[in-house]
Nanobody, 121 residues
Framework: VQLQASGGGLVQAGGSLRLSCAAS????????MAWFRQAPGKEREFVGM????????YYTDSVKGRFTASRDNAENTVDLQMNSLKPEDTAIYYC???????????????WGQGTLVTVSS
């Protein structure tokens, strides 16, 4: 099983980025997919998740209204559209997969390698 995150980069405050995660999970549609992030000097935190069918999405308060998760179960991909980016969004972003709907990183079975997002002021 492998998760490959991509799409990070340097963007000015107010800009947008779209992260993608390609999963080599045979039963991808059975997994809740989530995004976490880890800022320099801070612990990894939950950003958002999308349930197996894509019907439900949950986000941490700081990104609500700015970030949107989506998934394509036919392509085994999950995306995170990030708009109105702020310097405090700077972090390494990780995609993760879990068999259950969860916010704790301890509940996630598979992790991508992370992609760096840097938002300049």
């Amino acid at each position: 099983v492998q998760l490959q995150a991509s799409g990070g980069g340097l963007v000015q405050a107010g800009g947008s980025l779209r992260l993608s995660c390609a999963a080599s999970i045979p039963t991808f549609s059975s997994y809740t997919m989530a995004w976490f992030r880890q800022a320099p000097g801070k612990e990894r935190e939950f950003v958002g998740m999308i349930t197996r069918s894509g019907g439900l999405k949950y986000y941490t308060d700081s990104v609500k209204g700015r970030f949107t998760a989506s998934r394509d179960n036919a392509e085994n991909t999950v995306d995170l559209q990030m708009n109105s980016l702020k310097p405090e969004d700077t972090a390494i972003y990780y995609c993760a997969a879990a068999l259950f709907c969860a916010r704790s990183e301890n509940d996630y079975d598979y992790w991508g390698q992370g992609t760096l997002v840097t938002v300049s002021s």
